[in-house]
């Protein structure tokens, strides 16, 4: 039923569940399993020059999250199991909610699971959650795993 599935991650204790729920589903149906984190950029060029950051030394730290991201990622898998279903890290920058439905779109993925959660607050009345936004905006069926506070 399900070839390729996404699951996008913040890599928090908080949606460890959303992890756990989508690496069964790939042992279940034998599916490649992507593990998705998004990177919203929190500065542009311009206003670094303003502030005087030096666009390198923010790459660099970016590129130093990125490699403790894919080892966090690995470790969590490790703990489940060592389980021969085929596993992909990938880390995008961008805006989550954009990046895991264009993500989805380019690997022609069956499903994506996301973590939720339902406290509701002001910013995510206003402006909308990243789980609302690819549940409205995906082509694939999505799957929201209740995380736990």
Known sequence: MFKKIICATELTNLDTNCIKKAFQLAITFNAQ???LKAFEEFMDKDEMGMLRVKVDSV???FE????ETKSKMKAIIDDLSSSDIDIEYTLKEGKASVVICAEAE???ADLIVLGGSDK???S???LGSTTSYVIEHADVPVLVVPISE
């Open 64 to 67: 130093k999250i990125a490699l």
């Open 120 to 122: 509701a607050s002001l």
């Open 33 to 35: 399993l992507i593990l």
């Open 124 to 126: 995510k009345f206003i």
């Open 106 to 108: 380019k690997v022609q």
């Open 59 to 61: 790459q660099e730290e």
